[in-house]
């Protein structure tokens, strides 16, 4: 009997511990953090969210725990990072080093970081980082408020309008760039025809992200 009580407690935790991890939200995995509440005013066309469905996520807490199995979002018009616990959203109270998404196969692999210095946005804001090595490639995306007039000026409806920005990072650092030739050639200076050499010989357009990534990521290897 005592056996048999043991097994049916353990089935029991299994089946909660799992019921949880459905719901975004695994249990002492986070500090609570406040109750999420949406600054973007009802009167607003359009969301504050950047994904339109809730992403499964590992996230590393400073000093802490690697959690995986959060479901995350990010309001990009209130500048917050967010987590479902028990089908209603949270800011994260914890201090944190990455959110990584993707990371199980499933989509693509986007991993988001705070702490670079910008005049476009505070140190808290969570950013994309595009590529490892010593140069980054970040990608700042925010929602602000438009207004949109007709006739005579007046102003018939607001909606929410998406802006990208992207930057280099060297540590936390951050320059201000734009996805063109122009820009890298600038930033790479007397390492530029050697730089030039690589984008050539693999058929890199610096108007993309990924192929900019990784002209950064062999500029970090001959710019040390």
């Known amino acids: 009997m005592k056996y048999i009580l043991v097994f049916c407690l353990t089935l029991t935790s299994i089946f909660l511990q799992s019921h949880l991890r459905a719901q975004g939200f695994m249990a002492d995995a986070v500090n609570p953090g406040r109750v999420y509440r949406e600054m973007k005013p009802s009167d607003v066309a359009g969301s504050a969210l950047l994904f339109e469905n809730w992403t499964p996520a590992r996230v590393k807490i400073t000093h802490g725990k690697l959690i995986t199995g959060l479901l995350v979002n990010f309001d990009v018009y209130g500048n917050k990072a967010l987590y479902l616990n028990k089908d209603e959203t949270f800011?994260?109270?914890?201090?944190?080093?990455?959110?990584?998404?993707?990371?199980?196969?499933?989509?693509?692999?986007?991993?988001?970081?705070?702490?670079?210095?910008?005049?476009?946005?505070?140190?808290?804001?969570?950013?994309?980082?595009?590529?490892?090595?010593?140069?980054?490639?970040?990608?700042?995306v925010r929602r602000v408020l438009v207004d949109n007039k007709g006739y005579g000026s007046a102003v018939e409806s607001k909606t929410l309008e998406q802006q990208t920005f992207y930057f280099i990072a060297d540590n936390k650092a951050t320059t201000p760039v734009k996805l063109s030739k122009a820009s890298l050639e600038e930033f790479a200076g007397r390492r530029w025809e050697k730089l030039k050499g690589f984008i050539d010989a693999n058929g890199l357009s610096l108007k993309k992200e990924t192929d900019f990534a990784k002209a950064l990521l062999y500029f970090s290897s001959i710019a040390q």
């Open 91 to 140: 800011e994260f109270g914890d201090e944190l080093d990455y959110i990584e998404i993707g990371f199980d196969g499933n989509g693509e692999r986007q991993l988001f970081m705070n702490g670079f210095i910008a005049d476009q946005f505070h140190s808290k804001t969570f950013v994309q980082v595009l590529n490892e090595g010593r140069y980054r490639l970040l990608k700042y």
